[in-house]
């Protein structure tokens, strides 16, 4: 049994040896991880296992048993790519697409464990992933773009929020009363004794 993007998968008729691709691959029928050297060096089958991110073709089968498998499947949502696949697609990093599936998860956990990296940490984070075809400045711009639209909208969720709940400098006493300052000898700048509860009258400090 494995578990696939939330989902236990039950797997029949595995070898032992079977490595993680093969089995999501022609097992389970989840093709999105690619296989492109099949020895751990160009990315395309990179997957997350337990939040960790693997080059599935070195993962035995049987090792990711009990794990949480994250495949390049489950990162739509809704039904709708996600925002570094839509950013790839956008920044023109998609090309043959055949490295893609292993570059989306390599962007995905970069920016889980580093929201916000910079170029060259982008660069070292695909150092793993090889594509032939578009080039890296597309990947990079995509993360950049991803990152900024995540601040925004972290910035406009701030904005939405219910204001916190002020601290009350002066809270109101049992019943309708409050504290009345003068019983503690406060006065009003003219000398007068300040009278009124504080909390109810416009809020003295
Ligand atoms: S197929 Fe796994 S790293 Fe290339
Ligand atoms: S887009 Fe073709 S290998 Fe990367």
Known sequence: MLRVNGTDR???????????????????????????????????????VDGRLVASCLVPAVTAAGSEVRTVEG??????????????????AVQCGFC????AMTVHDLLEGNPAPTELE?????CGNLCRCSGYRGVVDA?????????????????????ATPRIPHQAGPGA??????AF?????????????????????
């Open 10 to 48: 039950p797997v029949t008729d595995a070898w032992i040896g079977e490595s993680l691709l093969y089995v999501l691959r022609e097992r389970l029928g989840l093709a999105g991880a690619k296989d492109g050297c099949s020895q751990g060096e160009c990315g395309a089958c990179n997957v997350q």
């Open 143 to 163: 993360v950049q773009e991803v990152v900024a639209e995540r601040e925004a909208h972290a910035a406009e969720d701030d904005a939405d929020d219910e204001p």
């Open 177 to 182: 009363g409050g504290v009345n300052p003068s």
């Open 122 to 126: 982008t660069r070292q984070a695909l």
């Open 75 to 92: 990162l739509a949502q809704d039904g709708r790519p996600s925002d570094v696949q839509r950013a790839l697609a956008r920044c023109g």
């Open 185 to 205: 000898g406060v006065t009003e700048p003219d000398g007068e004794p300040h009278d009124q509860p504080y909390g109810t009258d416009g809020g003295q400090a």
């Open 100 to 103: 893609v599936p292993g570059m």
